[in-house]
């Protein structure tokens, strides 16, 4: 029941109608006893701060910020925590005593969907499709798991601050997609970090995987459709998919103990919820 004491905690996103955020967040407030409410608002990139600030002055304890703003909503907190410095992107933001906090814990929840599916990188070859927050907090996990390179594919080559940083630690490279029949063959794992696969590019594919190692591993960080077209022709073909559902877990679960300094790990219950959630759509 919502009563005037009931926190808030929302996401902020465009567009935000497929997120199953608000099934997770609603379900661990359940889970946990915790007195709080979780909603999804897409405000336009014009009204973002304005959001942002209207948020603060309601007394919302936190929220999560996805596509397209997490970049965006940097200039608009007043402290960032070091993986999100790092990153140059925020995903969890902390409203406490009237001040915003910013945190990545994407890194987090890409780790443990490696873990939770068995998939080592150490000493691999990997690439990453898209140059965005969520693909650099998928760099930065590589990393952390000892990968032996780190390949980031975009449509045409620009400066690369993060990039530029990241090489201080392990060999990476950026090329264009024109690139990816002949290196393809080298990549234990393929990480898709764009949006192509959901919403209106739900038809859409950046690559098509064909002629991969029969032990490459496809990973799509969408998780809504539960299948996207890369996953959908990477299964037919035989190779090893995954989608993002673990990831958006655990990166929530990490959110969530951000702002109610709760952590309990209720993977199945939320699983099976995620699962049924898409299926109704």
Known sequence: MITGTTKLMCLLGNP???SLSPAIHNELCRLNGFDGVYAAFSPEKESL???IMGLKSLGC?????TYPYKEAVVPFLDEIHEDAEILKAVNTVVIQNDTLIGYNTDVFGFEQLLVKNNVDVKGQTVCIL???GASRAVAVSFKNLGAKKIDFY???????AFIEQLKSFCDVEQVTYDFFDIKKPTYSVIVN???LGMGAYKNKSAIE???LMMSTVLIDLIYNPEKTKLLTNAGERGYNIINGYDMLYYQGLKAFEYWTDIYRDYYSDIKTLLINRTEET
Do not use: L
């Open 16 to 18: 935000v109608d497929h």
């Open 49 to 51: 701060e304005a959001a």
């Open 61 to 65: 304890i936190g929220f999560n910020v």
């Open 130 to 132: 898209g140059t965005g």
């Open 154 to 160: 975009s449509r045409e080559i620009q400066e690369n």
């Open 193 to 195: 970090g764009t949006p």
């Open 209 to 211: 995987p064909e002629n």
